[in-house]
């Protein structure tokens, strides 16, 4: 439902399909409440997901857990790591 991220998902598909053959990893998190936002349900943001094409993993977060733990702010907050899996950008 987010417009901003509607905004940002056609670049996202392209930064996925520049650096995935690179060896860059990309996988996208839903933790939106879906009663409170039932346009994100997972059948919702399945379909999205197809639609635009996300050539990375697309999981749901029903119990915010992920989200909490990675103390996401916004939608969508994003996160870099390092090959040694240490957080190196979040915003």
Known sequence: ???????????LVRLANQYMPKGISFIAISSNDVENYPDDSPEKMKENARLQGYPFPY?????QEVAR?????????????DDKLDLVYRG
């Open 1 to 11: 439902h987010c417009p901003f991220v509607k905004h940002v998902n056609s670049e």
């Open 59 to 63: 999981l749901y977060d029903a119990s």
């Open 69 to 81: 733990s990675y103390q996401a702010a916004c939608t969508p907050d994003f996160y870099l790591f």
